[in-house]
């Protein structure tokens, strides 16, 4: 069974661009979540996305948006970059039909922001 | 508020000796509690779980965790390290309806010959 992915591995992106991650997760689990692991701040919920809606959302700006595709793939978007969005961002999955159950990570994407 | 706490930022423990690291929760209800680790450059791998039950969990790679409420503490133990195991370690409480887990800062292991 393949693990959660994520693309691209590296991202390097200037102040002000947008920046998009990808994730897949694992077949058949349907909700996808988001955390940014920032270096000091520890791991930061984003974004929670299940069955295609947004069911949760950590406390970011606007400019940190996703979606979730029929498929269950997901998106991140943050949008006018910053220095400090510089972080490791995980993309994790887990199964339908559980209120809490475990969650599978990724390797993350690693956002530079020059 | 919910909050989980690492008291240990860093440990240093020598191969084949035991090793315990601390967790301590704050959440109102019965928590959903979570260590995962994490290698450099990797994701976080889940290495035990509890739900509910027996207070004693057993992982993979031979760590355990015992749920105490009494102190709100789910401590992950292993009783002899490997150097493999030098690694982050995160605690993590989860709950109904939020989706996301509340990890803690985490501990670094290091692992001396």
């Known amino acids: 069974e393949a693990g959660v992915t994520q693309s691209p591995t590296h991202l390097i992106k200037t102040r002000g661009q947008q920046a998009t991650l990808r994730c897949s997760p694992i077949?058949?689990?349907?909700?996808v979540y988001w955390y940014q692991q920032a270096l000091g701040l520890g791991l930061q919920f984003l974004l929670w996305y299940d069955e295609g809606e947004e069911r949760n959302r950590g406390n970011f700006p606007p400019r940190f948006s996703g979606r979730q595709f029929p498929n269950y793939s997901s998106e991140l978007n943050v949008n006018a970059l910053e220095l400090e969005d510089s972080a490791l961002y995980l993309c994790a999955s887990s199964r339908p039909g559980q209120t809490v159950s475990e969650q599978f990570f990724g390797p993350g994407t690693r956002l530079t922001v020059l | 508020a919910q909050s989980v706490t690492q008291p240990d930022i860093h440990i240093t423990v020598s191969e084949g000796a035991s090793l315990e690291l601390r967790c301590n929760y704050s959440?109102?209800?019965?928590?959903?509690l979570f260590w995962y680790v994490q290698s450099p450059g990797q994701g976080l791998q889940l290495l035990l779980k509890?739900?509910?039950?027996?207070?004693l969990v057993q992982g993979i790679k031979g760590f355990e965790a015992e749920f105490k409420r009494s102190q709100s503490s789910f401590n992950l133990r292993k009783p002899s390290v490997h150097w493999s195991d030098a690694a982050e370690y995160f605690c993590a409480v989860g709950a109904d309806s939020w989706g996301k887990l509340q990890f803690g800062a985490g501990t670094q292991v290091v692992v001396t010959p």
């Open positions: 959440y109102g209800a019965t928590p959903y």
């Open positions: 509890y739900f509910s039950g027996d207070t």
């Open positions: 077949s058949g689990h349907t909700s």
